[in-house]
């Protein structure tokens, strides 16, 4: 089988972050062309980048003029456009709504400069101008796995905030792939992505069975991952493959629900020309969680057993 290279550039946060190079060989086990070396952070010429040569053809033919103006549009006046997006909040929800945010950095927020809380805080935020009758409970912890989402679910403070949550909102799995590249960081190939997908939809599965033993009345949304190396590596195809398939196991757990909603996030960094993201080059920074915050609003609004009108 013919080899395929591709070269990552891998954001590890432990406590700081750590990045380094890595290539990755999917099409054998063997340990030869592993090397790693420490990028300059300031570098902006990707001609600098050892990147395999990919054929861009495809992409560029879906990607007409009319995506770019929109998406140069959607990324101006950010503060604006969210009022415009919640503006309706004082009638949107129904009386008195609660809704509890469990998972990961992302929920906690890590990487927005404001300290806002990520995507969850513009939510509030917005919610609270508006004076919505909509209280929201944070239950982030960065560096969460399903596994640790699962123990942090016998929590007091956590059970008895979802046993009155009208909503509970999601983002989990992120630091699972990165346990897979972790463990396997001097022999990285497909194979273990491959092996863990299945004990990870195991463990999402009992994460959402847990939430609905505590509350089964309360409706879930399951935020999907994105690339964070989208803004290195657009072009290589088979980390997009990764986290398409880790996707469809997190949608694919969601459809066996009646109250379960998946909010794709894949798509929702690319093709941007503004920055987004932090400082770190992994988290979104606040004009990302904006980015997140709204499509998730998008999704709140089309459940009919949430709104009012």
Known sequence: MKKILISLLVLLIIGSTASALIIIDFGTNNQDNISTSSPDTNQTETNELNIDDHDQESDNENLSQELEEEIEEETENF???????????????????????????????????????GYVGVLEEHFDNEEAKVTIDNFGKRGNRTDQ?????????????????????????????????????????EEPFIEERGPYKDRLG??????????????????????????????????????????????????????????????????RSENMFAEDNFHPNRKGYELMAKRVWTY??????????
Do not use: C
Request: aromatic share 10%; hydrophobic share 40%.
């Open 206 to 271: 009992q994460i959402i069975n847990r939430v609905f033993e505590i509350q089964p009345d309360t409706e879930i949304y399951l935020l999907g991952f994105f690339n964070p190396f989208e803004q290195y590596f657009s072009e290589i195809e088979e980390l997009e493959v990764i986290l398409t398939r880790w996707n469809n196991e997190s949608r694919m757990i969601a459809n066996n629900y009646d109250k379960v909603t998946f909010i794709p996030m894949q798509d929702i960094f690319q093709n």
């Open 79 to 117: 503060g604006d456009a969210m009022k415009d997006v919640f503006i309706d909040a004082l009638t949107f929800f129904k009386k008195d709504t609660h809704i509890v945010a469990i998972g990961d950095s992302l929920t906690q927020g890590v990487g927005d400069e404001t300290d806002n809380g």
């Open 300 to 309: 709140l609004q089309n459940n009919e057993n949430l709104t009012t009108n």
């Open 149 to 189: 989402l699962l123990k942090r679910l016998e929590n007091e403070e956590i059970v008895t905030s979802i046993e009155d949550a009208d909503i509970v909102l999601i983002t989990i799995g992120a630091n699972d792939i990165m346990k897979v590249l972790k463990d396997n960081f001097i022999d990285l190939t």
